[in-house]
């Protein structure tokens, strides 16, 4: 089974940036979507942003116009792009891939971002 491999959390001030990278250890190709989750302290894991075969993606509306979903299969990797970081975004990150029935997560990331 694939594993997924996530990196790029951190510390960062408010209106700050991070990049999250997500590494398969096989091919992610045939996954549809792949995307990242995160769980704030208290509160349950939410859907941040996903992105399909096609390149399509979705966002939930936080962080819309602030984070960009990044797919490269020759490399097997999903990015996410975060700029403008506000103490909301503070969380465990998850990067999650789809196939049908099956779900492969990472083991998460943590971003903490300082006011």
């Known amino acids: 089974q694939v594993q997924l491999v996530e990196s790029g959390g951190g510390l960062v001030k408010a209106g700050g940036s991070l990049r999250l990278s997500c590494v398969a250890s096989g091919s992610i190709s045939a996954f549809n979507p792949m995307g990242w989750y995160r769980q704030a302290p208290g509160k349950q894991r939410e859907l941040v942003a996903a992105i399909r075969r096609g390149g399509f993606t979705n966002y939930v509306d936080s962080v819309k116009g602030r984070f960009t979903i990044f797919r490269d299969n020759a490399k097997r990797t999903v990015d996410l792009q975060m700029n403008s970081l506000n103490s909301e975004d503070t969380g465990v990150y998850y990067c999650?891939?789809?196939?049908?029935?099956?779900?492969?997560w990472g083991q998460g990331t943590l971003v903490t971002v300082s006011s």
């Open positions: 999650n891939a789809v196939q049908g029935y099956l779900q492969v």
